[in-house]
């Protein structure tokens, strides 16, 4: 299992928002770049970035610290506002090795589906971060999680599994920042469902435990973010487990 850091610009600053909320933000006195160094030298291979701006607007808004970051020793995957070809191409030359897609993902599958077979399965990373509705399906919150898409996580996983798409980041909105656990009930479904795809567990990471268990449940990668800023977990010991 891949452990990949987290870093979330928000304003060329790192923060981190609860449960998807921009009016829950908490930010981060570490500056993008130097952070990431850090991570890199702590042995960490891929850094995972996202352009909160960029998802809420619909254009990459931190692209200049995106290229400083991935200059950075790591390779970097990144999203956040990637809307159209042209914007993968502007990640790509700025650096960043396997572009992030989510609200176009759920809304126009069709030119993701192109995008894979175009730039190979490696470069293209499916970002569908989900939320349970009252009834337990699991719906695809988008534009910065601010609307809900018709399409449900089952439905356009098993379609990206079945055009050859690789990577699949899934995050649960109401774990993300909350410091309460991974879900690994929706893991252990992925898995089972959609047993092709690269599966990146994001939200919720407390400590090495969460780590051994999502492991143990088939991640390919984890996601760590709040627990690395606030010191609950060092990255040497989440590479170490």
Not at 87 to 101: C, H, S, T
Request: net charge negative.
């Amino acid at each position: 299992m891949q452990i990949i850091p987290a870093i979330d610009l928000r304003g060329g600053k790192v923060v981190r928002l609860a449960q998807g909320d921009y009016a829950r933000e908490t930010r981060y006195p570490d500056e993008p770049a130097a952070l990431a160094r850090t991570y890199a030298a702590a042995g960490a291979q891929w850094l995972h970035v996202v352009d909160l701006d960029g998802a809420r607007s619909g254009a990459l808004e931190n692209l200049r610290i995106i290229q400083a970051i991935a200059s950075a020793g790591m390779q970097v995957q990144a999203g956040g506002g990637v809307r159209s070809e042209g914007d993968l191409q502007r990640l790509f030359d700025a650096g960043v090795a396997r572009a992030v897609v989510g609200s176009v993902a759920v809304r126009d599958p069709e030119h993701v589906e192109n995008w894979i077979a175009r730039y190979g399965d490696e470069r293209i990373c499916i970002a569908l971060d989900t939320r349970a509705d009252a009834a337990g399906w699991w719906t695809l919150p988008v534009k910065g999680w601010t609307e809900v898409a018709s399409s449900g996580l089952d439905e356009l996983a098993r379609r990206y599994a079945r055009v050859g798409a690789r990577h699949l980041l899934c995050t649960d909105i109401d774990r993300d920042g909350m410091m309460s656990g991974p879900n690994f009930a929706l893991y252990a479904h992925l898995r089972e469902i959609v047993p092709e795809l690269a599966v990146q567990a994001s939200g919720g990471v407390r400590g090495v435990d969460d780590l051994r268990l999502l492991r143990e449940g088939g991640a390919a990668a984890a996601i760590l973010g709040r627990s690395l800023l606030e010191g609950r977990l060092t990255l040497t010991d989440a590479l170490q487990c």
